[in-house]
């Protein structure tokens, strides 16, 4: 069964680095787009990053190309969030996402509802 399984979030002062993982099984990797989005208390989820994992192809939210990477490693069917420079407003839930390739244009790879598949998210704690 298809299933997403985000890991390496935590407490990290500010400043500091985080790479987060999302380890995905029951399907392959390059079959699909993977995006990383953000929630914190409050507020409304927001994208992150996305990448089609066949290609490499990659976007960011504006807000977000200076501090966060999104990468992959196939072999591994794993997508990676490293996030630099770490500031409190980082604090939030970080959920990684999965749609097909053949459904999802990359175009749409930042709005959540183009998603079919979530993680349970991982929990980011930015202290200053």
């Known amino acids: 069964q298809l299933q997403l399984v985000e890991s390496g979030g935590g407490l990290v002062q500010s400043g500091g680095s985080l790479k987060l993982s999302c380890a995905a099984s029951?399907?392959?990797?390059?079959?699909?787009?993977i995006g990383w989005f953000r929630q914190a208390p409050g507020k409304e989820r927001e994208a992150v990053s996305c990448?089609?994992?066949?290609?490499?192809?990659?976007s960011y939210a504006d807000s977000m190309k200076d501090r966060f990477t999104i990468s992959r490693d196939n072999a591994k069917n794993t997508v990676f969030l490293t996030v630099n420079s770490l500031k409190v407003e980082d604090t939030a839930i970080y959920y990684c996402?999965?749609?097909?390739?053949?459904?999802?244009?990359?175009?749409?790879?930042?709005?959540?509802?183009?998603?079919?598949?979530w993680g349970q998210g991982t929990s980011v704690t930015v202290s200053s």
């Open positions: 029951g399907f392959r990797l390059d079959g699909y787009v």
């Open positions: 996402a999965a749609g097909r390739r053949r459904l999802l244009m990359f175009s749409r790879c930042m709005m959540s509802q183009a998603y079919d598949y």
């Open positions: 990448i089609d994992s066949s290609d490499g192809r990659t």
